[in-house]
């Protein structure tokens, strides 16, 4: 009968719970109940473990009874409120691959394991791995670091530091990034990290941006600083890195080099070294040559153009534009991204088609600055001539959505597209091939 209840996870981010339970099982041969082995452990194998283990980017390791045991009673109460595991995406608005949400058949065998004392069953045997599709990076061919650790500069008045750090490409062929994570050293201090290509003739101009300033790196509010706008990946709060789309990839020349950037954001007085690293999946051929499209109305930067009044808390702006001449024509979508910040409230991104039609990509309706990411696609909609790429943000700028300062929340302010994480950004991200 519990088989029929279906299989999944708890998830991410769980707190301290109770303890307790034992090995289950009866000597008289009856049914034991819902236990680890036989029931529970699947599921955490397959939607916990890949972030809930000792390299992973959860702040504790769920790979064992005990570990489990220790998370269950709070770990319940996050699962059938759905906020656990996270899965921000409408799913009305498309569909996406490896879906972390959990039905309401997969809360009920986690609470009847919970409930029914979290027996562990045996181990001898264990049920088999469940078949579930996973994002993740399967292989690391190249991993590459910050030259040395970087304490951020801050103050407490300007608690932002963009930070860029020229990485040589060492390769001696063409490449082509066919998987990305970031592994950020300190994620108490880094808000974001993007890896931008420099092509060989590009690699001059950042090494004298680098030697122009004392230190390690330079400084790089709003970009490299330089002249290349191309990604290679990026890490946000929340982000799990993965391979990219079978059968494409991102190319890297032999001579160039990675401009890294990391934008640091320090909120509690002291030294908060960092030494962050990315990790890269390689491949020497692809069927298609992809680029990483960033998405945002060019107006709304440098200006204040983008206003969310203090006090207001449903404050609307919207971007949108025909996306092919970044591409030089039609192109595929593969994935959706969208990132704004503390102040965010929902968001979405959509094509609109030449005949007024709307196709949704990606929709948040609970914005969440601690879990950002890119989806990817299961159907690749083909963005064409006079179609128009769209990214819609709404932001909660009243006194009860206040980020905290010193241990208080902000009184409400002003707030314009910035870099700092207390200014404002509605951008979109998209993982696109060429027709």
């Known amino acids: 009968m519990r088989r029929s209840l279906g299989r999944s996870a708890l998830g991410f981010f769980l707190v301290l719970g109770a303890c307790g339970g034992d090995d289950g099982g009866d000597d008289d041969g009856t049914d034991p109940g819902v236990t680890y082995y036989q029931d529970v452990k699947p599921l955490v194998d397959a939607k916990c473990v890949g972030c809930h283990s000792a390299d992973g980017i959860a702040p504790f390791p769920l790979t064992t009874y005990e570990e489990l045991v220790e998370m269950a009673g709070v770990a319940l109460v996050n699962v059938e409120n759905k906020t656990m595991p996270p899965w921000p995406p409408n799913p009305d608005c498309n569909d996406y691959f490896a879906d972390r949400s959990m039905s309401d058949e997969q809360i009920a065998l986690f609470k009847a394991w919970v409930e029914g004392g979290r027996l562990m069953g045996d181990a001898a045997t264990a049920a088999p791995p469940l078949d579930t599709e996973q994002v993740r990076l399967t292989r690391v061919d190249k991993t590459l670091a910050m030259p040395v650790s970087y304490t951020p ?52 101009e950042y090494q004298a941006l680098d030697d122009a300033e004392a230190g390690p790196g330079y400084t790089c509010f709003g970009g490299t600083g330089g002249s290349s706008r191309a990604w290679l990946g990026a890490w946000a709060p929340g982000s799990l890195g993965s391979d990219m789309p079978a059968g494409t990839g991102l190319l890297v020349e032999p001579g160039s080099a990675i401009i890294l950037q990391l934008h640091y954001n320090v909120l509690e007085p002291g030294p908060t070294p960092d030494l962050t690293t990315i990790e890269m999946k390689l491949d020497d051929t692809v069927a298609k040559n992809a680029i990483i499209q960033p998405w945002a109305n060019p107006n709304w930067i440098d200006t204040q153009l983008m206003h969310i009044p203090a006090g ?21 979508v593969w994935s959706a991204a969208l990132h704004m910040h503390t102040l965010g409230k929902s968001a979405k991104a959509s094509i609109v088609r030449a005949d007024g039609s709307s196709e949704c990509l990606l929709q948040i309706d609970d914005w969440n600055f601690h879990w950002q990411g890119s989806y990817a696609l299961r159907q690749q909609p083909v963005f064409n001539r006079g179609d128009k790429l769209r990214v819609e943000c709404h932001f909660d700028n009243s006194p009860a959505n206040q980020p905290l300062v010193g241990g208080q929340p902000r009184v409400p302010q002003d707030v314009y597209w910035g870099e ?10 998209f993982y696109v091939t060429p027709l």
């Open 153 to 204: 500069q801050t103050t407490t008045d300007n608690p932002d530091d963009y930070r860029c750090f020229v990485i040589p490409w060492t390769e001696t062929t063409n490449k082509f990034v066919t998987g990305f994570r970031a592994v950020p050293g300190n994620t108490r201090v880094v808000h974001h990290v993007i890896a931008f290509y420099a092509n060989p003739g590009q690699v001059a």
């Open 420 to 429: 700092g994480t207390g200014d404002e950004m509605c951008l979109g991200a």
């Open 312 to 332: 207001q808390a449903d404050v609307m702006h919207s971007f949108e534009f025909d996306a092919t001449f970044a591409t030089g024509g039609p192109f595929t």
